[in-house]
């Protein structure tokens, strides 16, 4: 390969929750469409009005998502569409993922399954080869009665560390 060629950048597996409500369709469809490491600047913006239009370019992210309707039919932009028997069975295609994207802000009901998905993560790290990252995605509302941290200063801002 000459220098002055270059490796096609890598694809990521992207877990996304709930693909068929309104958040989570709407991050499968761009981040489908997203070269894994480009920044904004790099991207054309090109976006398919129709998933029939939606051409997947190379080194995006692969899309691989759970529905909430049974009769969801799986979009051009989702790679694999699950629909789990077992946690078990979940958990060993979420391990396989390199970037698990859970939305509670649509369905309450999938907070108690994001908790049992990190929880499980959290404890297989010492198994785990490569890294994963977690995202929740949650409403503002979700933080809504936190305490600040520090009650003479409510302007002190969240962390990590925090968490």
Same mark, same amino acid.
């Given at each position: 390969m000459a220098d002055d060629e270059k490796k096609p950048p +890598? *694809?990521?597996r992207l877990f996304i929750n709930n693909v068929d409500l309104y958040t989570g369709s709407n991050l499968a469809k761009f981040l489908s469409n997203c070269v894994v490491g480009a920044s904004q600047d790099d991207e054309e913006e090109e976006e398919a009005d129709a998933d029939a239009a939606f051409k997947k370019k190379e080194g995006c992210y692969e899309i691989h998502a759970t529905a909430k309707d049974t009769n969801f +039919? +799986? &979009?051009?932009?989702?790679?694999?569409?699950?629909?789990f028997d077992t946690r078990n069975h979940m958990f060993e295609h979420l391990i396989e993922c390199d970037v698990i994207v859970y939305d509670i802000s649509d369905? &309450? %009901?999938q907070? %108690?399954?994001a908790i049992w998905a990190l929880t499980e993560i959290h404890s297989e790290l010492e198994k785990i080869e490569t890294p994963k990252i977690f995202i929740l995605v949650s409403s503002v509302m979700t933080w809504? +009665? *936190?305490k600040p941290l520090d009650p003479e200063d409510p302007e002190i801002p969240f962390t990590e560390e925090d968490y």
């Open positions: +890598k *694809s990521k +039919k +799986k &979009p051009a932009f989702v790679k694999e569409l699950y629909q369905d &309450p %009901d907070i %108690d399954e809504a +009665k *936190s």
